[in-house]
Nanobody
Framework: QVQLVESGGGLVQAGGSLRLSCSAS????????MGWFRQTPGNKRELVAT???????NYADSVKGRFTISRDNAKNTVYLQMDSLKPGDTAVYYC?????????????????WGQGAQVTVSS
């Protein structure tokens, strides 16, 4: 019904920057909050940043001042600008979206996830 496609991951040296993008497509009525999470092997997925439909961002303490989340509602796309990257930021990054879709009878909201993008920061 809804697909989230991420792009922009890769390998970068410590102190460098990367920008992740995530575009949603499918039978979308509207999108509420969007966000980015990350996961390393053996660990739980953790929140990096979220953004409301109105553009208010919320960040994990570990990325405040270095990462910036933004979105383009017309394109159903969320971005994560990552600056001053550290080796500890190495992870698979997943985007998520809380999407309003048409249910069997009435509209419903559901969470959807992207496939993940590898970000590797070398020291």
């Amino acid at each position: 019904q809804v697909q989230l496609v991420e792009s922009g991951g890769g390998l970068v040296q410590a102190g460098g920057s990367l920008r992740l993008s995530c575009s949603a497509s499918g039978s979308i009525l509207s999108i509420n909050a969007m966000g980015w999470f990350r996961q390393t092997p053996g660990n739980k997925r953790e929140l990096v940043a979220t953004i409301t439909s109105g553009g208010s961002g919320n960040y994990a303490d570990s990325v405040k001042g270095r990462f910036t989340i933004s979105r383009d509602n017309a394109k159903n796309t969320v971005y994560l600008q990552m600056d001053s990257l550290k080796p500890g930021d190495t992870a698979v990054y997943y985007c998520s979206a809380n999407v309003r879709i048409m249910g069997m009878v009435h509209p419903v909201t559901a969470d959807f996830w992207g496939q993940g993008a590898q970000v590797t920061v070398s020291s």
